[in-house]
């Protein structure tokens, strides 16, 4: 790109090569380089992530498609594997394949700094397979639920979905514990071409560690049982000694009740959604509304997801103990009404506009092919309200060229955001716990893994459409509009579950 310098002379900045720029020698002034003094004007989050140190084109527009390979790839096999698992009567076998797929994911992650660029669509590929493997999942909590008896299914999701919250917390741990290994510092691996560093090594871990769970579910240490299915037979046994001979095959016809589950498909990806809202916002929403510098930011938004994993331990903990005191769908209620709570405390109510971003009001030149400057000027652009002794010129505050609404939209406050959080992070592990519970229950002693495989796969969608409706939303109208949109989705679900409320009952024998 041309770059015009005070003495208004155009110059040619050249395309960023990491290995010659490693290569380049400090100034013996101390200074930085000139790319670095460029750069402070504004960050590019998408190169702070892993696929732009790979491949340094890859930017925003494709971070969004490698977030989103994931839980795409988890929409096709969540239901395939937990659909193998009913089929096959156990899940030791599908288990130990997605283990394994997993493991290779994780492998073929680690190895992409060893295959030729552009190695984009590699960090795809093994992202893809890692998400794949994602059937693991419903094939663990269809096996709780199929191991365990209705009066037992709340504590043991409960315990599952526990071990989860840890692994959020421990996850970020192991990555940080091997930031020793020392930021830009390569380890080769013998002459394969493989390296060990601050990326990789995490990866490797996950292989050992997916290694030895294929080992935990051999035979002679993993034994499955199906109390479930037992207490079925019992219980359908007794309902047949009440009956006459003639209501015998009226017994064996009882099916689940198929609209209530997909009740709570719904209602947990609609929980899910409401989670993913704060993941794709929360660092936004803390440098334009409140006017903190990105990297604080980041470090804020860290903490409070650390902050959130530990409460939802404790919440997690606590819902067996409050659904026999409640009731499983007051609690599910309780978890809906926390979460649009939530939204509804993090509206723009009133007060003083967003800090707004500084913007280098300078001539711009746009290049053509024949490397012809083009002058455009973005003052003229610039709304009344901007005032540039004023602005923000650390990367933090509301960037008003791109995003109109600055000018329009209240920000909101610190407080507001701390309460908002808090109400949203006790109301989705209420929620989703209790349509697990209510989802296996519903289910009674039928193989679960099929359906359990599209309630994963209902989570799934969440995750690939919130980052696009939400941000979308954000960057076009702000936080009222964004707020407006997911309290209108979580009351449209409050109705859908009012009216369902009868049915999300445990499956019944017939007696």
């Given at each position: 790109?041309?770059?015009?310098?005070?003495?208004?002379?155009?110059?040619?900045?050249?395309?960023?090569?990491?290995?010659?720029?490693?290569?380049?020698?400090?100034?013996?002034?101390?200074?930085?380089?000139?790319?670095?003094?460029?750069?402070k004007e504004g960050h590019d989050y998408a190169k702070l992530m892993e696929?732009?140190?790979?491949?340094?084109?890859?930017?925003?527009?494709?971070?969004?498609?490698?977030?989103?390979?994931?839980?795409?790839?988890?929409?096709?096999?969540?239901?395939?594997?937990?659909?193998?698992?009913?089929?096959?009567?156990?899940?030791?076998?599908?288990?130990?394949?997605?283990?394994?797929?997993?493991?290779?994911?994780?492998?073929?992650?680690?190895?992409?700094?060893?295959?030729?660029?552009?190695?984009?669509?590699?960090?795809?590929?093994?992202?893809?397979?890692?998400?794949?493997?994602?059937?693991?999942?419903?094939?663990?909590?269809?096996?709780?639920?199929?191991?365990?008896?209705?009066?037992?299914?709340?504590?043991?999701?409960?315990?599952?979905?526990?071990?989860?919250?840890?692994?959020?917390?421990?996850?970020?741990?192991?990555?940080?514990?091997?930031?020793?290994?020392?930021?830009?510092?390569?380890?080769?691996?013998?002459?394969?071409?493989?390296?060990?560093?601050?990326?990789?090594?995490?990866?490797?871990?996950?292989?050992?560690?997916?290694?030895?769970?294929?080992?935990?579910?051999?035979?002679?240490?993993?034994?499955?049982?199906?109390?479930?299915?037992?207490?079925?037979?019992?219980?359908?046994?007794?309902?047949?000694?009440?009956?006459?001979?003639?209501?015998?095959?009226?017994?064996?016809?009882?099916?689940?009740?198929?609209?209530?589950?997909?009740?709570?498909?719904?209602?947990?990806?609609?929980?899910?959604?409401?989670?993913?809202?704060?993941?794709?916002?929360?660092?936004?929403?803390?440098?334009?509304?409140?006017?903190?510098?990105?990297?604080?930011?980041?470090?804020?938004?860290?903490?409070?997801?650390?902050?959130?994993?530990?409460?939802?331990?404790?919440?997690?903990?606590?819902?067996?103990?409050?659904?026999?005191?409640?009731?499983?769908r007051i609690v599910l209620a309780a978890g809906i009404l926390f979460a649009?709570?939530?939204?509804?405390?993090?509206?723009?109510?009133?007060?003083?506009?967003?800090?707004?971003?500084?913007?280098?009001?300078?001539?711009?030149?746009?290049?053509?092919?024949?490397?012809?400057?083009?002058?455009?000027?973005?003052?003229?652009?610039?709304?009344?309200?901007?005032?540039?002794?004023?602005?923000?010129?650390?990367?933090?505050?509301?960037?008003?060229?791109?995003?109109?609404?600055?000018?329009?939209?209240?920000?909101?406050?610190?407080?507001?955001?701390?309460?908002?959080?808090?109400?949203?992070?006790?109301?989705?592990?209420?929620?989703?716990?209790?349509?697990?519970?209510?989802?296996?229950?519903?289910?009674?002693?039928?193989?679960?893994?099929?359906?359990?495989?599209?309630?994963?796969?209902?989570?799934?969608?969440?995750?690939?459409?919130?980052?696009?409706?939400?941000?979308?939303?954000?960057?076009?109208?702000?936080?009222?509009?964004?707020?407006?949109?997911?309290?209108?989705?979580?009351?449209?679900?409050?109705?859908?579950?009012?009216?369902?409320?009868?049915?999300?009952?445990?499956?019944?024998?017939?007696?």
């Amino acid at each position: 790109m041309l770059k015009r310098g005070s003495s208004k002379s155009y110059s040619i900045d050249p395309i960023y090569d990491p290995k010659e720029f490693s290569a380049q020698p400090a100034a013996d002034n101390g200074q930085t380089s000139t790319r670095d003094e460029t750069n402070k004007e504004g960050h590019d989050y998408a190169k702070l992530m892993e696929p732009a140190k790979m491949d340094p084109e890859a930017g925003t527009q494709f971070l969004g498609l490698f977030i989103a390979s994931q839980p795409l790839a988890q929409l096709f096999f969540s239901p395939v594997m937990g659909f193998l698992g009913n089929r096959l009567g156990s899940i030791r076998i599908p288990a130990m394949v997605s283990t394994f797929i997993m493991a290779i994911g994780f492998a073929f992650y680690a190895s992409v700094s060893a295959l030729p660029e552009p190695r984009r669509w590699y960090l795809f590929g093994a992202r893809f397979i890692i998400g794949a493997a994602g059937g693991t999942t419903t094939l663990c909590y269809s096996y709780v639920a199929s191991a365990s008896t209705v009066k037992e299914r709340t504590t043991a999701l409960s315990a599952l979905q526990m071990t989860k919250s840890f692994a959020f917390i421990i996850g970020p741990l192991i990555q940080a514990a091997f930031v020793t290994l020392g930021e830009g510092e390569d380890y080769p691996i013998g002459n394969t071409g493989l390296y060990w560093n601050l990326y990789t090594a995490p990866a490797w871990l996950s292989v050992f560690l997916s290694l030895v769970n294929i080992c935990v579910l051999m035979p002679c240490i993993f034994t499955e049982f199906n109390i479930a299915k037992e207490e079925g037979d019992y219980l359908a046994a007794r309902g047949l000694q009440k009956s006459s001979a003639n209501d015998a095959e009226e017994v064996k016809r009882v099916k689940p009740d198929k609209l209530a589950l997909v009740v709570c498909i719904l209602i947990s990806a609609t929980t899910q959604f409401h989670f993913n809202f704060i993941e794709s916002t929360a660092t936004l929403v803390v440098i334009e509304q409140l006017g903190i510098t990105p990297t604080r930011a980041v470090v804020m938004v860290g903490i409070m997801y650390s902050v959130a994993g530990i409460y939802g331990i404790l919440m997690f903990g606590s819902v067996g103990l409050l659904s026999r005191k409640l009731g499983e769908r007051i609690v599910l209620a309780a978890g809906i009404l926390f979460a649009m709570s939530g939204i509804i405390s993090m509206y723009p109510y009133g007060g003083p506009l967003s800090p707004l971003k500084y913007i280098n009001e300078t001539v711009e030149e746009v290049t053509t092919l024949s490397f012809s400057p083009v002058e455009y000027s973005i003052s003229d652009d610039l709304p009344s309200c901007y005032n540039a002794s004023l602005a923000l010129n650390d990367g933090a505050g509301c960037p008003v060229h791109e995003q109109p609404w600055c000018c329009e939209t209240p920000a909101i406050h610190p407080e507001q955001l701390i309460v908002g959080y808090l109400f949203i992070f006790t109301g989705v592990p209420l929620a989703i716990m209790m349509c697990s519970v209510i989802f296996s229950k519903v289910l009674g002693p039928y193989p679960q893994g099929t359906w359990t495989g599209l309630l994963g796969a209902g989570t799934a969608v969440a995750r690939i459409l919130c980052p696009l409706c939400v941000t979308s939303l954000y960057a076009a109208w702000g936080m009222l509009a964004t707020c407006g949109f997911m309290t209108t989705v979580m009351s449209v679900v409050l109705v859908i579950f009012a009216m369902s409320y009868g049915r999300l009952v445990p499956y019944r024998h017939a007696t």
